[in-house]
């Protein structure tokens, strides 16, 4: 009897099918495993791969991923930056298991590294250490940041601005940032070792009171106006994470937070605000010499520290960031048609700018055709596009500031072409009077007002009447509006100002510029609200709603710590008041009228009180006679020459043209003080 298996196979034949089973092929071509397909270990090429006329993989493959070709690839010499790393993390990993970390003995703690002379940017000699796992970094600003900065290292000289008695040290900002110890101010942004790892000099959060205090005003007041045409609020709620690891950023944040508290509060000084200052400039200063810098770091930066210099009329005597954060901005390729950082960035200094030439009867030096703003006119049926809306209307009230600006201002000799140039600057007009007029036919119902109280209505007992609207962006964009709208009334070429239609749509629409101003609990627009309000101003005529227009002006000084008090003087004179003027106002109200930016840092001096038993040898001297004022129509002087591609550019000393191989792809694609 024969024996079988529980299969019911006998021996003998369960020997025959193994034998017939066929053998694994061990030292077969990658290409075949690859393939699926049994490789008949032919050299130097299979049949499978001469047939398909494909090439023969050979070598060893570990866990399919190490795979050795015909061509291995060669190791480089390592260079004398070239250092590596061990990260153990065994300890963490055998501590999640019961009894783990007792198989590991005490852990040697290696001495403290000796710093090194990073005046030259000396390469460090330790590592980094590892980063804390609890920090979960933002995603970078609309991809367009760079993982690494800097590849060569870069000499930094610096030449100080400031007088020495500014000088002010603060153990906690140099010791908060790796290379801030460094003479002349210089970060991690010109060291390579440095710049390899953002993440290094990265903190979680801030862990001082004053750093705290300084950050929350300028989130809750100074980045409130900065955001009011950016739906995304990236300085106030968006930036503020980003400078945790730019050094150079929230220096800028916390210069202009301490400026403001120096304005509203006169418990604190603007020693704070100064050096904070100093020391962001001298980051980008640095920077600005590196050729693999991050512009986009650069461009906000500038953009900032513009904002603080119309906070501070006198940092304008050091360094002035006004045409430098244009140069900056116009280097990213940033315009209207951009998106996140550099959308916000663009309309804040345009916007800015603005406002300036509206003060002082310039034309706008980026001609705003240039900009790329979408003109599209056709009705708005849903909410959530008022920017896009509120960008257009800045377009159409920075062409109304040319065509003002532009105003004649002789007559042709030949009366043909003295009528033939009236007859263009009409049509002109007309055009711009129906783009405005469009603008407010088509405009979301969220932009229109949710509530109008005629002047009798209103609980207040304000001359005006009571305007409300809802989103900070609709009151930008109806501030901008209504005076467009009086503007144009005051310069149709064909009707003088004083016509019925005119005075009628002039008093109209600064009552209604007026209404908004006064009842407004946003602080945001306060920026365009007094630039608005002044214009609005000029053509009251009743004496309390000139007394009210006042009073509004010293709330906006109150709660914003903005300098109008000029703004008081030249209404007083324009209404034809006779009230009595302080001894020191008309220095600082012509001074500040006044376009010549150094003539304004000479005359704001503290006050000199003066004995009359003094004998009058010994009174200071006279402050030097005012320059006139500059001629309007001209381009903004401070912007007319604001890019790096002309002789007389900003940042002359400092600035090395970007590596355009460094840079990352930019998707996307001021600010003159209109005190």
């Known amino acids: 009897m024969v024996s079988s298996d529980g299969a019911g196979n006998t021996p003998g034949a369960t020997e025959k099918a193994q034998d017939n089973k066929p053998k694994r092929v061990r030292t077969g071509c990658l290409t075949c495993r690859e393939r699926h397909l049994k490789c008949d270990e032919g050299t130097p090429s299979c049949q499978n791969c001469r047939k398909s006329n494909r090439t023969c993989k050979r070598g060893i493959r570990l866990n399919f991923i190490d795979t050795q070709v015909s061509t291995p690839p060669v190791q480089i010499a390592p260079t004398q930056e070239w250092t590596v790393a061990f990260l153990d993390e065994s300890r963490d990993i055998a501590s999640e298991y019961k009894g783990g970390r007792s198989k590991y003995g005490p852990l040697e703690v290696d001495p403290a590294p000796t710093e090194t002379n990073?005046?030259?940017m000396d390469i460090p000699t330790s590592m980094p250490p590892p980063t804390s796992t609890t920090h979960q970094p933002l995603p970078p600003i609309q991809g367009i940041l760079p993982e690494s900065y800097?590849?060569?290292?870069?000499?930094?000289?610096?030449?100080?601005?400031?007088a020495p008695s500014h000088h002010h040290t603060h153990s906690h900002t140099e010791s908060t940032y790796s290379g801030s110890n460094l003479p002349g101010g210089a970060s991690s942004y010109g060291n390579p070792e440095q710049s390899a790892t953002p993440a290094e000099g990265a903190r979680d959060y801030l862990d001082t009171q004053e750093e705290v205090l300084f950050m929350q005003v300028f989130v809750e007041e100074v980045g409130l106006w900065m955001d009011s045409m950016d739906p995304l609020k990236h300085f106030?709620?968006?930036l503020p994470f980003h400078s945790l690891a730019e050094p150079m950023l929230l220096n800028a944040f916390l210069a202009c937070g301490a400026r403001h508290l120096s304005l509203v509060n006169p418990k604190y000084s603007e020693d704070k605000a100064l050096h904070y200052y100093d020391t962001a400039t001298r980051y980008l200063l640095n920077s600005l010499q590196n050729p693999n810098r991050d512009t986009v770091i650069c461009a906000t930066t500038a953009v900032i520290l513009n904002v603080y210099e119309i906070m501070c009329e006198r940092a304008l005597q050091r360094m002035n960031h006004i045409a430098g954060a244009r140069a900056l901005i116009k280097e990213c390729g940033w315009n209207a048609r951009s998106t996140g950082i550099g959308a916000a960035c663009f309309w804040l200094n345009v916007g800015m700018e603005l406002l300036s030439c509206l003060h002082f009867n310039w034309q706008v030096a980026w001609d705003p055709d240039e900009w790329g703003v979408d003109m599209d006119f056709s009705r708005e049926t849903e909410s959530g596009r008022e920017e896009v809306w509120t960008y257009r209307i800045v377009y159409i009230v920075a062409k109304v500031a040319n065509f003002r600006a532009s105003i004649p201002r002789t007559q042709d000799s030949s009366p043909r072409n003295e009528q033939l140039r009236l007859q263009n600057r009409y049509a002109e007009w007309k055009r711009l009077k129906d783009w405005a007029d469009a603008w407010n036919e088509n405009i979301p119902r969220t932009m229109h007002p949710m509530a109008y109280l005629y002047p009798g209505q209103t609980l207040s007992g304000s001359a005006f009447p009571e305007v409300w609207l809802i989103k900070r962006t609709s009151i930008v964009a109806r501030l901008f509006y209504?005076?467009?709208?009086?503007l144009l009334a005051q310069i149709n070429p064909l009707m003088s100002p004083n016509e019925p239609e005119m005075r009628e749509m002039q008093q109209r629409h600064s009552q209604l510029i007026c209404g908004i101003s006064a009842h407004v609990?946003?602080?945001?627009v306060a920026s365009v609200a007094l630039r608005s309000l002044a214009i609005a101003a000029e053509c009251l005529t009743l004496r309390r709603e000139q007394e009210e227009v006042l009073q509004i002006f010293d709330k906006i000084r109150q709660e914003t710590g903005w300098r109008v008090g000029f703004l008081n003087m030249e209404l007083k004179e324009k209404w034809g008041w006779n009230d009595e003027i302080q001894p020191q106002e008309p220095n600082v109200a012509a001074s500040m009228r006044n376009g010549n930016m150094a003539y304004h840092?000479?005359?704001?001096?503290?006050?000199v009180t003066i004995q009359p038993a003094v004998p009058a040898t010994s009174l200071p001297p006279?402050?030097?006679?005012?320059?006139?004022?500059?001629?309007g129509g001209m381009l903004n002087p401070l912007l007319a020459s604001a890019d790096f591609n002309m002789p007389q550019h900003p940042y002359q000393s400092y600035y090395v043209a970007p590596n355009p191989l460094n840079q990352a792809p930019n998707p996307l694609a001021h600010h003159a003080n209109y005190y």
């Open 236 to 238: 106030s709620r968006l």
């Open 482 to 486: 209504h005076t467009c709208m009086c």
């Open 601 to 607: 840092q000479q005359t704001l001096q503290p006050q």
């Open 521 to 524: 609990k946003d602080r945001g």
């Open 150 to 162: 800097p590849e060569e290292p870069q000499p930094v000289i610096y030449e100080h601005h400031r």
């Open 118 to 120: 990073t005046f030259f």
């Open 622 to 631: 006279a402050p030097p006679a005012r320059p006139p004022r500059p001629p």
